[in-house]
């Protein structure tokens, strides 16, 4: 069974830092993972999509990379800004129905 | 841009109402599902839909029930709803194989 976990639970930081959200999945026969952000009360929006065949994927101040060997994947904020602040999960399909199994999410708090 | 829309943010009903979640996607996306996200467990699936009139249980599907009787819309069912059932629930559509696009979510409590 497919487990992802993402540590920490909760991040706090200054504003202009740089920081690493971590995830990890236990099964790493995957074809992609995927990157979201969630607002507090809102939806999901996708943020990044690494496909299996690649190793990084960039967009703006955000860069994902993913180590299937290892089964760990990183997102990578550079110089963090309080609009940042979010919960940010990660998910890798599962199964051969297109079912996604998401990780609980780190809770980042970008400081003014 | 894809549109996922959930018919209320904020519902509350009472233990043994029948409840029904409403979803519409604007993208003819085949795929449809509907989540539960819990502090501390995440987001877990109770169904999901590749098709009209076909359903798949996901991961937490006792209590609910579904339908899709057309392409864009999938509806979400509470039988007798139950104190348990209080939670945000997600509602998200997809082409086989490609990101899942999200609702903004309904967050229901059962009183």
């Known amino acids: 069974k497919q487990e992802v976990t993402q540590i920490p639970a909760a991040l706090s930081v200054p504003e202009g830092e740089n920081l690493v959200l971590n995830c990890s999945f236990t099964?790493?026969?995957?074809?992609?993972l995927q990157w979201f952000r969630q607002d507090p009360g809102k939806g999901l929006t996708s943020l990044l999509l690494?496909?299996?065949?690649?190793r990084e994927q960039t967009s703006g101040r955000l860069n994902a990379s993913l180590d299937k060997s290892s089964g760990r994947s990183t997102l990578y904020i550079a110089a963090s800004q309080p609009g940042d602040s979010a919960t940010y999960l990660c998910?890798?399909?599962?199964?051969?129905?297109?079912?996604?199994?998401f990780g609980a999410g780190t809770r980042l708090t970008v400081k003014p | 841009d894809v549109k996922v829309t959930q018919s209320s943010r904020y519902l509350v009903k009472r233990t043994g109402e029948k409840v029904f979640l409403e979803c519409v996607q604007d993208?003819?996306?085949?795929?449809m599902f509907w989540y539960r996200q819990d502090p501390g467990l995440g987001l877990r699936l109770i169904y999901f839909?590749?098709?009209?009139?076909?359903?798949e249980k996901g991961d937490i599907p006792e209590g609910y029930s579904v339908s899709r009787e057309k392409k864009e819309r999938f509806s979400l069912i509470l039988e007798s709803a139950s104190t348990n059932q209080t939670s945000m629930y997600l509602c998200?559509?997809?082409?086989?194989?490609?990101?899942?696009?999200f609702g903004d979510g309904t967050r229901l409590s059962i009183l």
């Open positions: 998200a559509s997809s082409i086989p194989n490609q990101p899942q696009h």
């Open positions: 099964d790493s026969a995957i074809y992609n």
């Open positions: 690494i496909q299996s065949s690649q």
């Open positions: 998910a890798v399909p599962w199964g051969g129905n297109n079912d996604m199994r």
């Open positions: 993208m003819d996306h085949e795929n």
């Open positions: 839909s590749y098709d009209v009139k076909m359903k």
